[in-house]
């Protein structure tokens, strides 16, 4: 049962750490925005990332005497992450992001966990429990108050929002999509490099066609683009676009993808912190408020979720059934 605990707490500490290095992308591409172009920045990381852990699934392939997956029976399970998950969805990440308003973008981002809760429902046949539904009601209520600043300037209205917003929807999606479908290739014994490198693949051939007739890519400009560019790109392929999918993927292993995801309302918070550090900008308590019960309903799925059933399930009332006094007659 000990045991049982601290894998637990090592599965909750790592959906904090993932939704942290998550939450490093938005500065990191507002302060490299103005020297690359938004395919550029979209790709180019990816690429980056998938020849960098590359060589490490040849490493480990080799020593399980696994030969690498590159035959029809086997690549076919990642092209729809690779497409859906990795080349739709950072081109209309990026595309919605440059045609709507960033409060936009940031409401619409919270749909990403009831996407997957839906997807879960298909696809995994996982089932909504009141502690998930309380904990997704705890998390919304603390990134409305962490985004009150965001939501005031949001417009929803103006119609020449209303591609953008409809792209960036569909950017949701596709994360929706991504996150449920790596849990079914989890299940299947797939490892973690497996899944990002090989669905990372197809993501990266969708994109030469764009990188070479969109927005073609000089190597002179891209060398010259700067130190904190340059360190841009290696942050999002390493972190954002490596470590923290592999991490990702490691706790789906004991998590259902509902309770992973839930993770996800942490990024406002998180957001918000590294604005303070990185751009200069302000924090309210209204914005800590919110990052305490974000916390607090991401622990009550991840570590706390079968105790919190089992109290609930004692504490229920048992209907149909009178109290002993009432059925109790004395004669």
Same mark, same amino acid.
């Given at each position: 049962?000990?045991?049982?605990?601290?894998?637990k707490t090592?599965?909750?500490s790592?959906?904090?750490?993932?939704?942290?290095?998550?939450?490093? =992308?938005?500065?990191?591409?507002r @302060?490299?925005?103005n020297?690359?172009?938004p395919?550029?920045?979209?790709?180019?990381?990816?690429?980056?990332s998938?020849?960098?852990?590359l %060589?490490?699934?040849w490493?480990?392939?080799?020593?399980?005497?696994?030969?690498?997956?590159?035959?029809w029976? &086997?690549?076919?399970?990642?092209?729809?992450?690779?497409?859906?998950?990795?080349?739709?969805m950072q081109?209309?990440?990026?595309?919605?992001?440059?045609?709507?308003?960033?409060?936009?973008?940031?409401?619409?981002?919270?749909?990403? %966990?009831?996407?997957v809760?839906?997807?879960?429902?298909?696809?995994l046949k996982?089932?909504m429990?009141?502690?998930?539904?309380?904990?997704?009601?705890?998390?919304?209520?603390?990134? @409305?108050?962490?985004?009150?600043? &965001?939501?005031? +300037?949001? &417009?929803f209205?103006?119609? =020449?929002?209303?591609?953008?917003?409809?792209?960036?929807?569909?950017?949701?999606?596709?994360? +929706?999509?991504?996150?449920?479908?790596?849990?079914m290739?989890?299940?299947?014994?797939?490892?973690? @490099?497996?899944?990002l490198?090989y669905?990372?693949?197809?993501?990266?051939?969708?994109s030469? %066609?764009l990188?070479?007739?969109?927005?073609? *890519?000089?190597y002179?400009?891209? *060398?010259?683009? +700067?130190?904190?560019?340059?360190?841009g790109?290696l942050?999002?392929?390493?972190?954002?676009?490596?470590?923290?999918m592999?991490?990702?993927?490691?706790?789906?292993?004991?998590?259902?993808v509902? =309770?992973?995801?839930?993770?996800t309302?942490?990024? %406002?918070?998180f957001?918000?912190?590294?604005?303070?550090?990185?751009?200069?900008?302000? *924090?309210?308590?209204?914005?800590?408020?919110?990052?305490i019960?974000i916390?607090?309903?991401?622990?009550?799925?991840?570590?706390y979720?079968?105790a919190?059933?089992?109290?609930?399930?004692?504490?229920?009332p048992?209907?149909?059934?009178?109290?002993l006094?009432?059925t109790?007659?004395?004669?």
């Amino acid at each position: 049962m000990r045991a049982a605990g601290s894998q637990k707490t090592i599965d909750w500490s790592l959906v904090i750490i993932i939704n942290f290095m998550w939450a490093t =992308q938005v500065p990191v591409i507002r @302060l490299i925005g103005n020297t690359m172009g938004p395919i550029t920045v979209a790709f180019i990381p990816m690429i980056v990332s998938t020849l960098i852990f590359l %060589p490490f699934l040849w490493m480990e392939n080799k020593k399980r005497g696994v030969k690498m997956r590159w035959r029809w029976k &086997d690549i076919k399970f990642f092209i729809l992450p690779g497409l859906i998950g990795i080349f739709l969805m950072q081109y209309a990440y990026t595309l919605g992001s440059r045609l709507t308003l960033a409060a936009n973008a940031g409401i619409i981002t919270l749909t990403i %966990p009831v996407i997957v809760a839906i997807f879960a429902v298909f696809l995994l046949k996982e089932k909504m429990n009141i502690i998930r539904i309380l904990s997704f009601l705890l998390a919304i209520a603390g990134v @409305l108050l962490t985004s009150l600043s &965001d939501i005031s +300037g949001a &417009d929803f209205k103006q119609g =020449q929002y209303l591609t953008g917003n409809l792209i960036f929807l569909f950017a949701c999606c596709c994360c +929706g999509f991504y996150n449920t479908y790596c849990k079914m290739l989890v299940d299947k014994k797939l490892t973690e @490099l497996e899944i990002l490198v090989y669905s990372s693949l197809i993501g990266c051939f969708a994109s030469i %066609p764009l990188l070479i007739w969109v927005e073609p *890519i000089h190597y002179s400009a891209f *060398i010259h683009s +700067g130190k904190v560019a340059l360190f841009g790109i290696l942050e999002l392929s390493v972190i954002v676009y490596g470590i923290s999918m592999l991490l990702f993927f490691y706790i789906l292993k004991r998590m259902d993808v509902t =309770q992973a995801v839930l993770g996800t309302y942490l990024l %406002p918070f998180f957001i918000a912190l590294l604005g303070i550090f990185l751009l200069n900008e302000k *924090i309210t308590s209204l914005m800590l408020i919110g990052g305490i019960l974000i916390l607090v309903s991401t622990v009550m799925v991840t570590i706390y979720e079968n105790a919190l059933l089992a109290f609930f399930k004692k504490n229920k009332p048992m209907l149909g059934k009178k109290p002993l006094s009432e059925t109790t007659k004395i004669n």
